[in-house]
C-alpha cells in the first residue's frame, strides 16, 4: 500500500501582487509526473487547495486538470478535505459525481467519522472548522478552544474505530509546537490555535495541512507535507515535495520526497551597486528575489533598476536606512503578538486606556469574519 | 421517449437590489416535483444556468442540489449547454467526473459536431459562443455576423449528421422576429444578433434558450422554453413553465407546461392613497410589485410608505410628474437603440461631431468585453 500525503497547495496564490500561478502549474506537472511514476494507491491532499474562499477561474482551471490527470487518466482515488483557505461549499460542489470515480471530497463534519475505506487502510477526513461550527455539530457550548474543538471531535471518531484496521486521520490544524510560517494565515484570533499531540493517539498515523514546513514537528506518526510551493519569504530554504507512506503487513515506512521548483524565493543581501552590476552572490536571477540592500538612499526608483536584471524581484528592503524605532520586520516583540493584540495595544497607546470586554468581542468577532472570507 | 425542454434559470439574479434566490429555490422544488411525476428520459437546459459569470455560492449550492435530486436520485440524464450569462468554465467544471452519471455539460465548440446519443435521439448542442470564438475556431476571418457564425457552426454539424435519426440541436442565442424581454442582456454589441429560422433546417428540432418568452416565435420544430421566472417587469403576464417533447415512432407533439411561482411580478397602477388604504387592484400583496402612481408629490419617501404594507416592491413610479421630455421607460426611440448607439447620438449632441471608426470600435470592444464578464 503506497499512500502520498500533500496539502497547502494555495491555487491562485499572489505573493507581492505576483500571481504564483505559472510555478504552481509547473509544480503540479512535477507532482503528476512523480504519480506517474510513483503508481500510489491512493492520494491525500490535507485542505488549503485554494488560497481564497472564492477562488479564479484559472486557479479551478488548474485543479481540475490536475485532478484530470491523477483521478481519471491515472485512475488513482484520491481523498481532499478542506483548509481555512478554502471555501467548503465550492470545494464541495459536485462532490457526489466526483466520489463515483474515487475522488472524495470531505468537507462536512457530519461525515468525520464515516471512514473511506482503500486497500486495508480506513482514511478519517477532520476537515477544517471553526469552534463554533463544532460548538453546534455536537450542540456543546463549552467547547471554546481549538484544543477542545478537536478532542471532541477525535473521541467521536474513536467511538466506532475498527482498532485491527490501519487507521489514518487527515487534517488541517495547527499542531503544539510547530515550526509556523508567515503565509499560514491564522485559524482564528482571540484563542491558543495550537492541539497537543496526545489528542491523536486513537490514530496510527496523521496526515496534517497547515503549517507549510514539512518538518514542523517531531513525531513518529504525525506528520506535516508542508506546502507545494515556498509561499512567503520566511520559506526560504524549506524544502517542499510530498511525503509517502509505505505499509505492508510487517512494517511501515515513510519519507519526504522533495520537488524542484521552477522558481524558488531567495533572499540576497549586500550591496545595491553589487547588485545592479551583477557581482553580487545569489543563487538565480529568474528566482523570486527579496533584495535587502545597503548604500541605495542617493538612487531614484532602485526597484525598476533591480527589476532590469532580476525579472522576479517582489521586495526590497534599503538596510541602510535605520528609523529610531525598530521595523516591523525585526520588532521580534510585536511579531509575537497577535492580530487582536496588535490592536488592543495600539488602543492602549493612543487612549491610556485598555479595550473594554465588549469592544475586544467585537474586534474579536471582526477579525474571526474576516479570516473565515464569508461571502 | 420523453424530452423536457427548459432554460434561462439566471440562479443568483438580482431584480431592484432584491435577490431572488428563495424564490429560485422554490420553483425550482416545484419543477423537480413535476420531474417526479412526469419521469422523463432526458431534461435539457438550454443556457443561462446562473445569472452572471461569477456565480455566488448560495446559487451554485442551489443548482448542484437540483441537479442532485434530478440526475442522481432520479437517475435522470440531464444536457446543460451555457447562454451568454455563464461563465463556462466554471459551469463547465467536474463535466468528465458527472458526464460519468449522464450529466452532461457541454460549453466547448469543439464537441458540438458529437451528439450525446439517448434513446434513439442525438441531440447536438451548440454552446453559446462570441463570433470572434467561432472565428478562431473556423480559422474563418470572414465570420462577422451571428447568423454567419452560427450558420458555420450548423454546415459543420450537419456534415455527419445521421438523418436516419431524429436530431435535436441545443442552442442560445436570438431567432429573427422574436418577442423580446428587458432581462435579456444583448449578446454582443455592434452587430445584428439574431439569425433566421432556416439555417436550423437540418435538425429535426430545436431547442433554445435565451428569450424568455415561451412563444417567443412561432415555429413548428423551433422552441424557447423561456425563463424558469419572470425576470423583469416586462415579463409581466408572460407564463413561464417548461416545454414537454413526445417521440414515439408514429408522431412527434410538443406542449407547454406552466409552473406556479411563489410570488409574480406585478405592475400596479392608480391612486397612491387608494394603494395606501389597500383599496388598489392587484393581485397579490406579496408579488414583486411596480407601483405606478399618481397624486404622491406631497409625500415623503413614498417607498418606505408602500414597503411597510407591500413588503416586496421593488419599483415606484410618479406618475403625475411629468418631465418636459419623456422618460426613459416611455421613451420609445430611445429603447429601440442599442448601447453603441445610445453613447454614439449622446457624443453628438454633446460635441456636434460623430464618433470616428477608430472610437466607435474601441467603444464596441469595451462593451462586449463588459457582456463577456472576462475576469
Not at 77 to 86: E, K, L, R, S
Not at 127 to 142: G, H
Not at 176 to 205: H, K, L
Amino acid at each position: 500500500m503506497k499512500i502520498i500525503h500533500t496539502a497547502d497547495w494555495h491555487l491562485g496564490r499572489i505573493l507581492n501582487g505576483k500571481s504564483l500561478l505559472e510555478d504552481q502549474a509547473y509544480i503540479l506537472d512535477e507532482f503528476v509526473a512523480a504519480m506517474q511514476k510513483e503508481k500510489p494507491d491512493v492520494i491525500v491532499i490535507a485542505g488549503d487547495v485554494y488560497d481564497t474562499s472564492y477562488p479564479s477561474k484559472a486557479a479551478i482551471m488548474l485543479f481540475e486538470e490536475t485532478i484530470n490527470q491523477l483521478n481519471l487518466h491515472m485512475q488513482i482515488p484520491m481523498i481532499v478535505t478542506n483548509g481555512n483557505h478554502d471555501g467548503k461549499e465550492r470545494l464541495n460542489y459536485g462532490a457526489k459525481w466526483f466520489e463515483k470515480s474515487q475522488m472524495y471530497i470531505r468537507t462536512e463534519l457530519a461525515t468525520m467519522a464515516t471512514p473511506i475505506n482503500i486497500g486495508n487502510v480506513n482514511f478519517y477526513c477532520l476537515p477544517f472548522a471553526t469552534i463554533s461550527e463544532v460548538q453546534a455539530f455536537f450542540d456543546d457550548k463549552t467547547i471554546t478552544t481549538h484544543q477542545a474543538a478537536t478532542q471532541s471531535c477525535i473521541t467521536y471518531m474513536a467511538e466506532n474505530l475498527d482498532t485491527s484496521q490501519f487507521n489514518v486521520l487527515i487534517g488541517h490544524m495547527t499542531v503544539q509546537g510547530g515550526t509556523r510560517s508567515d503565509s499560514e494565515r491564522p485559524i482564528s484570533i482571540g484563542t491558543v490555535e495550537s492541539v497537543e499531540q496526545d489528542v491523536f493517539a486513537p490514530f496510527n498515523y496523521v496526515m496534517l495541512g497547515h503549517l507549510h514546513h514539512p518538518f514542523s514537528i517531531d513525531s513518529e506518526f504525525i506528520h506535516y507535507s508542508g506546502s507545494l510551493l515556498q509561499y512567503s519569504f520566511s520559506e526560504v530554504n524549506q524544502p517542499k515535495g510530498y511525503r509517502m507512506l509505505l505499509i505492508d503487513e510487517m512494517e511501515q515506512q515513510q519519507l519526504f520526497i522533495p520537488l524542484e521548483p521552477k522558481r524558488q524565493l531567495e533572499v540576497v543581501e549586500g550591496d545595491y551597486e553589487a547588485a545592479i552590476q551583477e557581482i553580487i552572490p545569489l543563487k538565480n536571477k529568474e528566482n523570486y528575489i527579496h533584495f535587502k540592500l545597503k548604500n541605495m538612499t542617493h538612487v531614484t526608483d532602485p526597484m525598476m533598476h533591480l527589476k532590469q536584471i532580476y525579472p522576479n524581484t517582489l521586495s526590497l528592503t534599503n538596510v541602510s536606512f535605520n528609523f529610531e524605532t525598530a521595523s516591523v520586520e525585526n520588532n521580534t516583540e510585536l511579531r509575537e503578538l497577535n492580530d487582536s493584540e496588535i490592536i488592543n495595544n495600539f488602543y492602549q497607546s493612543m487612549t491610556d486606556s485598555t479595550l473594554s470586554e465588549l469592544q475586544h468581542k467585537k474586534i474579536v468577532q471582526l477579525l474571526n469574519d474576516l479570516l473565515e472570507g464569508e461571502e
